[in-house]
Nanobody, 116 residues
Framework: QVQLVESGGGMVQPGGSLRLSCAAS????????MSWYRQAPGKQREWVAA????????RLVDSVKGRFTISRDDAKNTVYLQMNSLKPEDTALYYC?????????WGQGTQVTVSS
C-alpha cells in the first residue's frame, strides 16, 4: 500500500535550518507531483510547496519563497523540503502528500518548532 514517511523535524532557533525528508513507497513515485503542507495549532492545513515529476517545476507559497526549497530524488523515492531562515510562524506539523490540490495520500507528519 501507499506509504509516505516524513522525517527531519525538530526544534530550532529562529534563523536556523532544517531539512525534511519524505520517503515514499507503494506507487510509481516519479509519475506524481509531490507536495508539502503544514498545519499550525488552531489553524487550517496550508499548502507549502509542490514539485512536478522529475522536478521540472516547483511552486512555493509566498510566505516561504526565498527561504524554503523543495526537491526530489526519484532514484530514492524521496522528496525534500529544505527550510532556511526559519521563523516562529513556521512552527507547524509538516505533512508530505502525493498530489497537489487534492492529495491522494498523506504522511503522518513531522513536527517543526521554531523557538528561542
Amino acid at each position: 500500500q501507499v506509504q509516505l514517511v516524513e522525517s527531519g523535524g525538530g526544534m530550532v532557533q529562529p534563523g536556523g535550518s532544517l531539512r525534511l525528508s519524505c520517503a515514499a513507497s507503494g506507487f510509481d513515485f516519479s509519475d506524481y507531483v509531490m507536495s508539502w503542507y503544514r498545519q499550525a495549532p488552531g489553524k487550517q492545513r496550508e499548502w507549502v510547496a509542490a514539485i512536478t515529476s522529475a522536478g521540472v517545476v516547483t511552486r512555493l507559497v509566498d510566505s516561504v519563497k526565498g527561504r524554503f526549497t523543495i526537491s526530489r530524488d526519484d532514484a530514492k523515492n524521496t522528496v525534500y523540503l529544505q527550510m532556511n531562515s526559519l521563523k516562529p510562524e513556521d512552527t507547524a506539523l509538516y505533512y508530505c502528500a502525493r498530489g497537489s490540490r487534492d492529495p491522494l495520500n498523506w504522511g503522518q507528519g513531522t513536527q517543526v518548532t521554531v523557538s528561542s
